[in-house]
Every structure is written in structure tokens, then in C-alpha cells.
């Protein structure tokens, strides 16, 4: 119960936000939106061995026992809304976290993933997808329905344990009687179920293009029929929508203000850099400084020259409002990965006087590969830049267990509770629901569940586990003190359901008590500094 008092329950709009600079400040995107006249309303395990069917360990099974439990947990939640106790102790661990979602009935346009969905033979029967007056449902409707979430996610279950211990006939029979029920047309359930089976579809699919050796017949696994721009697209989306994002670059940017403030020049390193929604806000913020703004010299670490070109409209724009702002601003951007090789000052173009700052949003856990020692080699690479502080988000999950089933139970609780949170912000015909659906968190899951090896590189760990490797490479947490602008920003998307707490120097951002992200600041200690 300590663990659960810990969490602080979204703020009731009675109190004293303002609405507009909240807006403004954290999430401008929104102003385009809302003077649109409201368009969009309306329309670390860090080993793992090489993946092969021969040489994979067989996943544990789940006991009966087990999976009633899991499957009764999407079902009921009332037991954990329960934030009224004012004991503000510190989390101890995130264990006792609520990993459940409740699947409220909608019906929403959201377009196929797969030409598979046609031939699975899925079809919502007695829906309007017109969007048209909700009708309460009966008792009777209401009991089916629960009815059919159970047995859906029992189906889910046993497919991924069939397809984690390679039987692919029962597998395939497991994925006809899913179709039956998940779609990408219906409730919550529905449609996070929907993209687990595309892709265990696709897990399988490789499962029978597996050779000998372990290699893929075709020389790799399926490439995605989702183009960079409808990502790219799909993110922008999530950002204007939700919080889950601004977030993330809100705590990030308050922690560098914090520190920054004071010098004249400061340099941040931007490992991943794939947009520039981040720095509009920190700009903004500087340019406000009472002794004027101070130097401030962005480079972008990209992953490849496609990814550079698309972004040159972006940091244009950003140049442009920084000198409508007076911040003295340049914009320095390098195709490389963030490679430990890479890493260094005289490729970076470090410099004295500077304060040096390395900013991480959702790209470290990109890192966390089957090989040991990956990402504590990128770690102490940047340690040896000697940055002042050094900004950490990411997703708070544990999706990199040694087995299969273990992360198929983590990921599906997880995205539930996304999935859920989007069926609130959302209405109910909304496109922007699909293309974030569909381009990002389908995206996701299907690398989760298809993918193994080099391919999967959606690697998320939990809060816990972070500051184990961040620890080991030679940093200390310092703690976010920025709960009060989280709640403001919060108050931005009026939506009852969010929820934020601060675990150990770490702020978290929650859907109905289920951790999803988290925000932290480090810096090198002090026993290694030397």
C-alpha cells in the first residue's frame, strides 16, 4: 500500500492552472489545434542469445493458476485507483504498480496493417463505424463483453506460449479463433489484441523461414510496411495528443535549465536527434533570462543521411525561432550513430567554457542488445565527454526478459494500458487515434514480439534497472524537482486518468496507477569523476 500512496492523482481542474501558459509552454503544438477550431476532435537484461529454434531455451509455461490471475487483471481495476492516503513515502518498488486497463466499448477508423486482416475473415458485426449516438449497453451486454476480453486474452496467451515453444501448428489454429474477436475496429482490447496478433503472425512467419543454422532464408526478417514519414507522422500525433511525450522533454528541459543556469554558453548533445520538438520550449524559456540569454550550440547525433535530409524543414524553422527570440543559436548535426568509437570530444566538438549536456529521449534503450556489454561501452563513452548532466526518458517497462512469454505478458499489460489511456484522449471515429495506433505503438509491438537478435531493438527496461547500469558506468541520479510543472503540463489534455510520482530521484508518468514513462537526470560521481 506505501508503494501505491506514493502516486500523486491527476489534479482536479478546480485548481489554480493557467490553462494558456501551460499550453504555451509545454505543448505549442496544441495552439495550432485549439485555433484549428478542433479538428482533431472531430475527425536491462542485457544477454540474450541469438535467436534460432534450435538453440532457443525453452520458455517456462504459465500455471493454470497464473493465467487466470493475469487474465482477471484486464478485467478488474477498482482495487487500484485507491491515491486518497497521504503518505508520501518514497516508492520502494514498482511491483505493486497497477498493470491493468479497463477496455471501454468504442468503435474507431483505423486502417489495416496487414493485407492478412482481410483474409483472417474478421468482421464487427452490428457496429456503426459512423460514428453515430452511443447506446448504453445492457447487463447482459456488458457481461458478454467481459465474456469475450476473457477469452481473448486467454487466446492470446496460449498462442504465445505455442509459438514460444515453436509449435506452430497450434499456434496457427490459437490465431484463427483470435481473429474471431480482435480488431482494429473495436474497443480498447480489441485492438491492443489486434497488433499482439500481427505480430505473432509475423513471429511465425519468420519462425518457418528459420534455416539450419538460425539464419533467415531470405537473409532477414520482414521489413515494415510503415514508411518513415507516417512514423514520423504517427509521433508528431502522439505528441499533440497525449502527454506521454511532452513529458519527457518538459523534465528534460526543466533539468537543463536548472543546471545551466547561470553560464553563458551550454551545449547539448542530442543522441537519436530525429526531430527538434524538444527545443522550441527550452528556447522560449531562455530567452526570458533576466541577463539575457546565453550561447546555445545543439548537436544532433542522426541515425543515417535519410533521416539528416528529413530534418533539415525542421532545423530551419528551429534556427528561425531562435533568432526571432535573440537566443544566439547553432545547429550542428552529424550522420553517425552514437557509437562508443564516435563518442568523444574531438568528434563532438567539445569545448572549454562549456556546459556540456548529453540529452537521451527513448533512444538508450536502443542499446540494450543481445551482446554483453553494449550499452555500458556507450555509457562510459559518454561519461569520458565529461557532461555536466546527463538527461534520461524512456519508456518504463521491462520488455528485454531472457523468454519470449515473459515479455509477451509484460508488453501486453503495458500497451493495454496505453491503448487504454488513447481510448479516453481520443473520440471515438478519431483518425489520429489510428495513425498513432497503427504507425507508432503497432510498430513497437510488432518489434517486440517478431523480432529477435539485432532486429529488436525496442529494449525497454524498467526505472530500477536504469539506475543499476547507470550507476555501474560511473553516474548518480540527481533528482527531478519538477513535479509541479508536470502537473501543470498534465492540465493541458483534461483527461482524468494520468498520474505522477517521483521514485528515487526518478519522475514517473502513469495511466491509472500502471507506470509508462520515466524521466531522470544524472551526472558523473563524484568517487569517478577522477
Known amino acids: 500500500m506505501a508503494a501505491m500512496n ?35 476532435e472531430d475527425g536491462m ?57 479497463q477496455g471501454d466499448e468504442a468503435i474507431e477508423m483505423f486502417e489495416m496493417a496487414d493485407e492478412g486482416y482481410e483474409d483472417a475473415g474478421m468482421v464487427v458485426e452490428g457496429e456503426d463505424l459512423g460514428g453515430g449516438t452511443d447506446l448504453m449497453p445492457s447487463m447482459e451486454e456488458v457481461s458478454h463483453g467481459v465474456d469475450q476480453g476473457l477469452q481473448l486474452v486467454h487466446s492470446l496467451l496460449a498462442c504465445a506460449e505455442a509459438v514460444g515453444c515453436r509449435d506452430t501448428q497450434l499456434a496457427d489454429s490459437m490465431l484463427s479463433r483470435i481473429w474471431r474477436s480482435a480488431n482494429c475496429y473495436g474497443d480498447s482490447l480489441q485492438r491492443v489484441s489486434y497488433c499482439f496478433a500481427m505480430g505473432l503472425k509475423s513471429r511465425l512467419s519468420h519462425l518457418r523461414n528459420v534455416n539450419a543454422n538460425g539464419t533467415f532464408a531470405n537473409g532477414r526478417m520482414a521489413v515494415s510496411s510503415i514508411n518513415k514519414e507516417e512514423k514520423m507522422e504517427a509521433f508528431h500525433l502522439l ?35 530525429e526531430h527538434c520538438l524538444q527545443w522550441p520550449s527550452l528556447i522560449r524559456t531562455l530567452a526570458q533570462e533576466p541577463e539575457g540569454p546565453p550561447k546555445l550550440r545543439i548537436t544532433g547525433l542522426v541515425k543515417d543521411g535519410d533521416s539528416l535530409s528529413g530534418l533539415k524543414a525542421s532545423l530551419k524553422e528551429l534556427a528561425e525561432y531562435a533568432a526571432t527570440m535573440g537566443v544566439p543559436l547553432q545547429l550542428n548535426t552529424v550522420s553517425d550513430p552514437a557509437t562508443p568509437a564516435f563518442l568523444t570530444k574531438e568528434s563532438l566538438d567539445v569545448r572549454e567554457g562549456e556546459v556540456l549536456f548529453v540529452n537521451s529521449i527513448m533512444h538508450l534503450h536502443k542499446y540494450v542488445k543481445e551482446s554483453r556489454g553494449s550499452l555500458k561501452a556507450v555509457l562510459q563513452a559518454i561519461k569520458k565527454l565529461g557532461p555536466t548532466l546527463v538527461t534520461v526518458v524512456e519508456q518504463d ?116 496507477g500502471k507506470p509508462i514513462m520515466l524521466a531522470s537526470a544524472w551526472q558523473v560521481a563524484k568517487a569517478s569523476s577522477s
Request: with cysteine.
Open 45 to 101: 537484461n542485457e544477454i540474450d542469445q541469438p535467436w534460432s529454434p534450435y538453440n532457443a531455451v525453452s520458455p517456462p509455461c504459465l500455471a493454470a493458476s497464473e493465467e487466470d490471475e493475469f487474465v482477471d487483471s484486464f478485467i478488474n481495476m477498482d482495487g487500484y485507483n485507491d491515491y486518497g492516503n497521504d503518505d508520501n513515502k518514497a516508492l520502494e518498488s514498482q511491483q505493486g504498480f497497477d498493470h491493468n486497463f
Open 6 to 40: 506514493a502516486w500523486l492523482s491527476f489534479p482536479s481542474h478546480t485548481e489554480s492552472f493557467n490553462h494558456e501558459l501551460a499550453i504555451r509552454r509545454f505543448c505549442p503544438a496544441r495552439i495550432e489545434q485549439e485555433q484549428g477550431g478542433g479538428e482533431w
Open 397 to 512: 517497462a521491462n520488455h528485454n526478459g531472457p523468454f519470449f512469454l515473459g515479455r509477451f505478458l509484460e508488453s501486453l499489460h503495458y500497451y493495454s494500458a496505453i491503448f487504454d489511456s488513447l481510448e479516453a484522449s481520443l473520440p471515438r471515429s478519431s483518425p489520429q487515434r489510428m495513425k498513432i495506433e497503427r504507425g507508432h505503438f503497432g510498430e513497437e509491438i510488432r518489434n517486440i514480439v517478431a523480432f529477435e537478435g539485432s532486429e529488436r531493438i525496442e529494449r525497454h527496461e524498467r526505472a530500477d534497472q536504469w539506475r543499476r547500469q547507470l550507476g555501474r558506468a560511473g553516474f548518480q541520479v540527481v533528482g527531478m524537482k519538477s513535479m509541479s510543472q508536470a502537473r501543470m503540463m498534465l492540465s493541458v489534455y483534461g483527461c482524468d486518468g494520468y498520474s505522477l510520482a517521483c521514485e528515487k530521484g526518478c519522475l514517473l508518468l502513469g495511466w491509472k
Open 239 to 273: 505528441h499533440q495528443t497525449t502527454p506521454y511525450i511532452a513529458f519527457g522533454f518538459m523534465a528534460a528541459n526543466e533539468a537543463i535549465l536548472k543546471t545551466g543556469k547561470g553560464n553563458d554558453s551550454l551545449h547539448i548533445i542530442d543522441l537519436g536527434m
